[in-house]
């Protein structure tokens, strides 16, 4: 019954929803307060706080009303406008002493006070009781955004209500509560029998009728507007019109204010910990703090607790995240422990804002094993790195001092040959360049610490000077010339434990010094083309470096080196500061885009020619290590907003074979949509350089919106590298590294998703196989 009834309340609201008009009407008043059996139609009046008509020494304009000399008294009156006000006792048209006791106003009467307003089709003030009835229609709007539908509700002289029958409530916040019967105490707490609240909206976009599709019913319910607080009893959670849970002593607060209690769970299923069931308790401090713990149940494993606590402070804010289990640990390769061992992984970040100028930011992220994170579902990632940064940003100048650690969950990666980055320090400082050279002027200064339990260890420290000034010429190039001038100082010890020659560098002191000068053009050609606008931008560019004695010095942060359409024109190709191209090379390409109503091409094509070539230090087929350079380029389509798909390439220079073949598209809107990404290098790169070896990889995602609300997605990641590219990888061509699929359901007020997702590679306990969860959250009960 209760079901039935707050369904059938929540639906009546689309009736009650329309918006009330009121017509212009216009106003009368007396020197007295004399009663009229019918007052004219379209009057204005006001009420004091006690509920007795406010005299009026003169007659108003149409539309004006009266008012009390202070803002507090003003605040305390009542106004109300009705087509027709009748008064009960006629003696007071004949003068008499006797006033009348009850006044009634009809047809589309509006009461207002301070910021509530109350229509309806009639109401019934006792003047002796002060008690205010309305009837019909009835759209009450409260002091805090509420509105409330009804046909019948008492009011007292502060507009409150008191008894109401057939209400529903609409909430400011989001959310409604229909009941049968309700009432109002002293205290402004309101009481209702037979009550149904939904967080969802009974009227779709076209202003239809629809069932909410989540609702809780209850013998009644209590909420206070002081605290936003519900408070149930009896109450049913219903899905799609099922009574499913029972929820003994639910309370919940409507305003979206984080409140004391459990979260909504999450159901789970893998192939190593079996059937999971996770849930968590929210603890609220304060407006500034608070602590999430969580609770893992599984059928293969021992449980496993959580916590993440967070605060804002004054100067930042920070967040620590930590999980903690008991398990028997399998390695990477496949020999289980004999005991159970304490396993987890700790998480903090934070940034403080101390000036202007001056803060501090840091992450901290450490697991106990290598395979933690992937058995218990929490990342994918294949390393961990933490970090602490001390910066000064100012209008001319930069600081930072950090350090970096980095924890490898790679199966085959020693911990031992993971660098640890202490200190890193960088200064930069802008100045006006002497002698009216006119452009930029920035020094830097640079200092790096690299430290291995188990390898070579580095330090490295340089000072530099770069000079940039851009011009325009008459014709309209674009003209840049740049100098730079660098000084290095490196020592570095164990160096034989780094396998790579080219990266171990003389051990002891190294000292080096860089020059470089370049000169870069463009020249943007722009005019009219097939309906739309095309910009033709020629570039190029001539640097010059002196030979550099770079294998004397280690390899530490420019082992990663490989041609691309991003770094065509850098001044040095290398990443990092540790290699340097030398000798004098030109560069030469252009850029093309055409704008045309609902689409865009934009394209990007260059190559080098150097005039010597720099086979020790550059591997061969980077494309860069030859005199003449392979071709590198990018191109992009967007159509509207609905299409987007670019291809960046590196063709061989000799034969036109594609090295580098990178594509990604996406292609509809975030309803519906499909992702494709494809990588393919084939370099054919010496095997000892390990940062640079072949591969062939096809991502894939999308999600089809059917009939409104439903909604299946998919994706998956799938190893294409063939034995013959990668050796190391062990690939047959094709395999798959996973895949996920799933049904989803989302409205304006809850989501609901089932997700199979199944992993096709083992790693210790890792187990590759099936993996299946459950999830929802409901508007304003349970976001997640």
Not at 80 to 92: I, K, N, W
Not at 401 to 411: D, I
Not at 454 to 461: C, I, K, N, V
Not at 643 to 651: G, H, K
Request: hydrophobic content about 35%; proline content about 4%.
């Amino acid at each position: 019954m209760a079901l039935a009834l707050g369904t059938c309340l929540l639906s009546l609201a689309a009736a009650h929803a329309q918006p009330l008009t009121v017509g212009a009407r216009g106003a009368s008043g007396a020197s007295k307060a004399r009663p009229a059996p019918k007052a004219p139609a379209a009057t204005v009046s006001v009420l004091d706080a006690e509920g007795t008509p406010e005299p009026k020494s003169e007659p108003k304009t149409p539309g004006e009303s009266s008012s009390k000399s202070s803002a507090a008294a003003d605040k305390e009156q009542i106004r109300f406008e009705a087509d027709a006000v009748q008064y009960q006792s006629p003696e007071a048209e004949l003068g008499g002493a006797q006033a009348s006791e009850t006044v009634t106003a009809t047809g589309n009467v509006v009461l207002r006070r301070d910021d509530q307003t109350v229509r309806a089709d009639n109401v019934t003030w006792d003047r002796k009781t002060g008690q205010i009835v309305a009837t019909g229609n009835i759209r009450l709007v409260d002091d805090a955004g509420n509105v409330l539908y009804t046909e019948r509700v008492e009011l007292t002289d502060a507009l409150k209500a008191g008894a109401i029958d057939n209400l529903l409530l609409v909430l400011r916040e989001g959310g409604r509560l229909a009941a049968k019967h309700g009432s109002r105490d002293a205290q402004g707490v309101v009481q209702l029998d037979t009550a149904t609240y939904s967080g969802c909206a009974i009227e779709d976009s076209d202003g239809c009728p629809r069932k909410p599709s989540w609702q809780i019913t209850a013998v009644r319910v209590s909420y206070n507007p002081a605290d936003q607080h519900v408070r149930y009893h009896g109450a049913v959670f219903h899905l799609f019109g099922l009574g499913l849970l029972p929820l003994p002593g639910l309370v919940h607060t409507l305003d979206n204010r984080p409140e004391n209690g459990l979260l909504v769970p999450d159901i789970k299923s893998s192939a190593a910990n079996g059937l999971e069931f996770i849930d968590s308790y929210y603890i609220r401090f304060n407006n500034n703090r608070d602590l999430t713990i969580g609770g893992y149940l599984f059928t293969n494993a021992l449980p496993m607790v959580s916590a993440k606590f967070r605060q804002l402070t004054d100067i930042g804010a920070f967040q620590m995240t930590g999980y903690l289990t008991q398990s028997r640990a399998i390695s990477v390769s496949g020999a289980p422990t004999s005991n159970f061992n304490f396993r987890g992984y700790f998480d903090t970040n934070g940034h403080a804002q101390f000036s202007d100028n001056w803060a501090v930011t840091s992450s901290i992220r450490l697991a106990t094993d290598r395979t933690f994170l992937r058995r218990y579902d929490i990342s994918f990632d294949d390393e961990l790195r933490s970090t602490i940064n001390l910066e000064r940003i100012g209008p001319s100048s930069y600081f930072s001092l950090a350090a970096w650690g980095v924890q490898t969950l790679r199966p085959n990666e020693a911990q031992g040959q993971i660098p640890l980055a202490l200190p890193l320090l960088d200064y930069r400082k802008r100045v006006t360049p002497p002698l009216g050279l006119g452009g930029n002027l920035e020094f830097q200064a640079n200092m790096l610490g690299i430290l291995r339990s188990a390898g070579q260890d580095t330090q490295r420290a340089f000072a530099k000077a770069e000079w940039n000034l851009r011009t325009v010429t008459g014709m309209g190039q674009v003209v840049t010339f740049t100098a730079l001038a660098r000084g290095d100082l490196y020592h570095s010890s164990s160096n034989a434990l780094t396998s790579t020659a080219v990266y171990q560098g003389r051990a002891g002191w190294q000292t080096r010094g860089v020059a470089s000068g370049a000169v870069d053009v463009i020249w943007p050609f722009a005019g009219p083309f097939a309906g739309g606008t095309q910009v033709l931008t020629p570039h190029v560019q001539i640097v010059a470096t002196p030979t550099i004695a770079n294998l004397n010095v280690p390899n530490e942060d420019s082992r990663a080196v490989d041609l691309e359409d991003s770094n065509l024109f850098a001044l040095n190709r290398f990443p990092g500061y540790d290699r340097v191209e030398g000798g004098v090379r030109f560069t030469y390409g252009f850029d093309y885009r055409l704008d045309r109503p609902g689409w865009r091409v934009t394209s990007t094509l260059g190559q080098s020619v150097r005039l010597s070539d720099q086979n020790q230090l550059i591997p061969d087929g980077t494309g860069l290590s030859n005199k003449v350079s392979d071709i590198v380029g990018r191109t992009t389509l967007r159509l509207k907003d609905a299409v987007e798909l670019t291809w960046r390439y590196r063709l061989d220079k000799n034969n036109l074979t594609l090295r580098r073949n990178e594509f990604d598209a996406t292609v509809g809107n975030h309803k519906t949509y499909f992702e494709l990404g494809y990588l393919s290098l084939n370099r054919n790169i010496d095997p000892a350089f390990e940062q640079l070896q072949d591969r062939e990889e096809l991502r894939m995602a999308g999600r089809v919106t059917v009939k409104k609300y439903y909604s299946v997605f998919a994706s998956a990641v799938v190893n294409l590298t063939r034995n013959s590219q990668n050796p190391a990888l062990n690939g047959n061509g094709f395999q798959l590294l996973r895949h996920r699929a799933g049904i989803a359901y989302t409205d304006d007020c809850i989501d609901l998703s089932f997700t199979w997702r199944r992993d096709y590679i083992t790693t210790g306990d890792a187990k590759r196989g099936n993996a299946f969860q459950f999830s929802f959250a409901l508007r304003n009960l349970g976001i997640r």
